[in-house]
């Protein structure tokens, strides 16, 4: 069993059946597609150099625009006490140029809590809790505490400084394709990263995606 389906629980019968095969990731299943994003947007200008630094731990990037080709893996893994993971590889591709976003997931089963450690190596680490919206049979995946991580040492980070991230991921029946939109936000700043758009599973790199 996957380790989405054991945090949510009953609540995963109520997924769109595409989301259900989609997030059944584990030792005998892994997830690839491929698709455009729509929008991608980031922060002020002046948190360039935050983005740029980001890209040593393939965690964040400067660039942004419109109708970015991206690649998305997800591949179950075991880490060293035996727990369950799932490695998150997000390639987006600004032509000649290969931006990442990854992460690697587990779940704490006494919370039913996702954990999250962005980066690799691991510069972040965010609670995620897993939502299905029984109406359309979509997931809400949020964020919820934070901690910067620096080696084995995990800091708990003050709501002012966290990145609070909201995902929404839906099927869209007409064009046979998952739709995502993901906000990340910080209480003063605002908006610091955004993107959204379409993929298809079991697609090849870049496949064009029409809107």
Do not use: C
């Not at 980066?119 to 049979?137: C, H, K, R, T």
């Not at 949020?142 to 709501?159: A, M, N, T």
Request: proline content about 4%.
């Amino acid at each position: 069993m996957s380790i989405y389906k054991k945090a949510l629980g009953k609540q995963f019968q109520y997924l769109h059946p595409m989301l259900q095969k989609r997030y059944e990731i584990s030792s005998l299943n892994s997830f690839q597609g491929a698709g455009v994003m729509k929008k991608l947007s980031r922060g002020p200008v002046w948190l360039y150099p935050f983005f740029f630094l980001g890209t040593k731990w393939k965690l964040l990037f400067p660039e942004y625009g419109d109708n970015i080709s991206f690649v998305i893996k997800n591949t179950p893994r075991k880490g060293k006490n035996g727990e369950e993971q799932v490695h998150w590889e997000r390639i987006f591709y600004f032509d000649k140029k290969k931006r990442y976003f990854n992460a690697l997931m587990s779940l704490d089963e006494e919370r039913s809590i996702i954990k999250d450690y962005l980066g690799e190596p691991a510069l972040m680490y965010s609670d995620l809790a897993f939502n299905v919206n029984d109406a359309s049979g979509s997931i809400t995946i949020q964020s919820q505490d934070q901690r910067l991580v620096l080696g084995r040492w995990e800091i708990p980070l003050p709501r002012i400084f966290q990145g609070l991230a909201t995902v929404t991921e839906s099927y869209l029946e007409k064009e046979k394709a998952f739709h995502i939109k993901v906000k990340v936000e910080n209480p003063i700043i605002g908006s610091l990263f955004s993107y959204e758009g379409v993929f298809r599973d079991d697609a090849s790199d870049k496949e064009s995606i029409s809107y």
